[in-house]
Each structure stands twice: as structure tokens, then as C-alpha cells.
T-cell receptor
Framework: KNEVEQSPQNLTAQEGEFITINCSYSVGISALHWLQQHPGGGIVSLFMLSSGKKKHGRLIATINIQEKHSSLHITASHPRDSAVYICAVRCSLTLAGGYQKVTFGTGTKLQVIP | GAVVSQHPSRVICKSGTSVKIECRSLDFQATTMFWYRQFPKQSLMLMATSNEGSKATYEQGVEKDKFLINHASLTLSTLTVTSAHPEDSSFYIC??????????????FGNGTRLTVT
């Protein structure tokens, strides 16, 4: 079983729909990242969460540390939101060298249709 | 915001040759940079952690003699794929951590390098 599980793997939505992408993890973490990968491969860091909820424009990210679960919500989805969304967790154990290992989910491919 | 520049964005090389990929932090200093690999339709896989002025730390299963990492300055890390084979064809991405940022701060990613070995 992967340490980070995302669902769904693929998602097709009509423009304007409310979208939710889920991420569950099984390790202790210090932070969780939501990343957006565009078709060309470039990656943008959307959110970094350690607790609670964050909002940026139409994007909302929540995390429940006790349940080891996070969700990424997109309100009023738009075709330009089409991308792969990746959940990444930073493990709470600090390794030699002062860094914490990051483990990635397999991603959710979102397509928003006009 | 913080910018990480990765070069080249695409490279095609012949089997047996070596390819160097650069990762630069443009407006911050990075004591730690990370190298990832992504196969088609799969997620990112951490290959190694590059620490300025010291040897890189490789993840299990990653050949250190094949994927040479050099982090000679606070703004530059390089990944050299030596004696490349077609199975090394992949998408390679780097990320960097601002040395002034607290542990757990956001990662800054490069745009990736698509390597094709013929």
C-alpha cells in the first residue's frame, strides 16, 4: 500500500462544477503539499498545510491530521484548471542533513470541459 | 516568488552518452535541492537529495554512479545521467528549499527536463 493515496485517479467535470480531490496518507507528517502539474510537466506548488484550511482564489485545501486526510476543492471550475493535481506529504522525521523526506501521491488527472 | 530554473527543458541524446541537467535557484539560496524522476502517467519519485558542499543522499534503488549529483554552490545543483540508456528516458524535475525558510516551508520546483535517449 502506498504511503500516499489519492482519489479519484481521473476526473472529468463540466465547467462551473465544484470539484473535490482527496488525499489519504499513512505516515506522520509535518506538512502536506498540493501541487499542480501542467501538461508540459511544469509544477506549481498550490498549498502547504500543516493544519486547518487554506484558501487561494477558487482553490480551498483542508487537512485533518487525526484522520490523516486532506482535500483539495475547486469552486466554479474552469477549463484552465485542467491539470494533474498531486498530493505530497513531508514526513515528520528529520533525516541526517536536516531534511524531511517527501512522498508523492500518484496524482489526479482533472479535465474540465467547457 | 521564489523561482527555480531548470535547463535544458528537453534533451535528446544517443545511448552511451552523458547528459547534464542544471537546477538553479534564481532569487534565493538553497542548501538543499531535490531531484525527482517521473515516468509516463506515474507520480514523482524522489531520486536523491543534494546538499551544498557535501555528497548527495540517494534513495534506495537509485544508482549513484549513474546519476551523478553535484551541488557546488548555494544556487546550483547538477544531475548528470552517465552512459544513458533508453530506459533512462524520463522526466526529471528538481526542487529547492530556501536556506532561510523554516523546515516545512513550501517547495519550489523547476519546470522539468524531458530526456529522451535514442
Amino acid at each position: 500500500k502506498n504511503e500516499v493515496e489519492q482519489s479519484p485517479q481521473n476526473l472529468t467535470a463540466q465547467e462551473g462544477e465544484f470539484i473535490t480531490i482527496n488525499c489519504s496518507y499513512s505516515v506522520g507528517i509535518s506538512a502536506l503539499h498540493w501541487l499542480q502539474q501542467h501538461p508540459g510537466g511544469g509544477i506549481v506548488s498550490l498549498f502547504m498545510l500543516s493544519s486547518g484550511k487554506k484558501k487561494h482564489g477558487r482553490l480551498i485545501a483542508t487537512i485533518n491530521i487525526q484522520e490523516k486526510h486532506s482535500s483539495l476543492h475547486i469552486t466554479a471550475s474552469h477549463p484552465r484548471d485542467s491539470a494533474v493535481y498531486i498530493c505530497a506529504v513531508r514526513c515528520s522525521l528529520t533525516l541526517a542533513g536536516g531534511y524531511q523526506k517527501v512522498t508523492f501521491g500518484t496524482g489526479t488527472k482533472l479535465q474540465v470541459i467547457p | 516568488g521564489a523561482v527555480v530554473s531548470q535547463h535544458p527543458s528537453r534533451v535528446i541524446c544517443k545511448s552511451g552518452t552523458s547528459v547534464k541537467i542544471e537546477c538553479r535557484s534564481l532569487d534565493f539560496q538553497a542548501t538543499t535541492m531535490f531531484w525527482y524522476r517521473q515516468f509516463p502517467k506515474q507520480s514523482l519519485m524522489l531520486m536523491a537529495t543534494s546538499n551544498e558542499g557535501s555528497k548527495a543522499t540517494y534513495e534506495q534503488g537509485v544508482e549513484k554512479d549513474k546519476f551523478l549529483i553535484n551541488h557546488a554552490s548555494l544556487t546550483l545543483s547538477t544531475l548528470t545521467v552517465t552512459s544513458a540508456h533508453p530506459e533512462d528516458s524520463s522526466f526529471y524535475i528538481c526542487s529547492a528549499r530556501d536556506r532561510l525558510a523554516a523546515i516545512g516551508s513550501p517547495l519550489h520546483f523547476g519546470n522539468g527536463t524531458r530526456l529522451t535517449v535514442t
